[in-house]
């Protein structure tokens, strides 16, 4: 199932990609937005950089009128602002991080207003405090996966001479 984090924003506001990376840069976090993103004009997967390690999120620009059918159903979450950038991303806690940053840079240096999946709004404090949690887990995620090879296993760096092991099908016989 896809989430869906909403940054609204005055479409007058929308940064450049060098002032919203800039903004990013300034929140303290390692993270890079496509050098090639173009706000506005660009949608759909969007390759970033979290620590140097490439993953990337979603990204939708959208006039709030577009966003929903009857806009003044969420006018009080808008807070008066005509577009949205929407942010989405599956299971993975890397592209949530994404999300996450780049929603907060634009919440603090461009009077966006965040809201995960229509709830009530995130203040900046609320959304350092997920990446608090986030950010672990997607180093985890990124982290290159070593093979379990159990405890009996001999390491391919071994100097040791691997036992002749029996082909599988032969166990049968």
């Known amino acids: 199932m896809a989430n869906e984090q909403y940054v609204f924003i005055s479409e007058k506001a929308i940064p450049s990609r060098q ?3 800039e903004s990013i840069d300034a929140l303290g976090y390692d993270f890079q937005l496509d050098s090639e993103l173009k706000p506005k004009e660009d949608s759909g997967y969007s390759p970033c950089k979290l620590e140097g390690k490439e993953t990337g999120v979603e990204i939708y620009y959208q006039a709030v009128a577009e966003l929903v059918d009857d806009p003044s159903e969420i006018e009080e979450l ?3 602002r005509d577009y949205c950038i929407s942010f989405r991303w599956g299971g993975s806690m890397a ?3 994404c ?3 780049a929603s907060a840079a634009l919440l603090k240096n461009f009077d966006g207003v965040v809201s995960y999946e229509f709830e009530a709004p ?3 404090e609320a959304l350092i405090k997920d990446l608090d949690f986030t950010i672990p887990e997607a180093r985890k995620e990124l982290s290159p996966k070593k093979p379990n090879l159990g405890k009996n296993a001999v390491s391919s760096s071994s100097s040791e001479p691997k036992p002749k092991s029996r082909l599988w099908w032969k166990f049968w016989k």
Do not use: F, Y
Request: proline share 0%; hydrophobic share 35%.
């Open 19 to 21: 002032e919203w990376q």
């Open 78 to 80: 808008t807070k008066g």
């Open 95 to 97: 592209e949530c991080t």
């Open 99 to 101: 999300a996450i940053i």
């Open 122 to 124: 995130s203040d900046l």
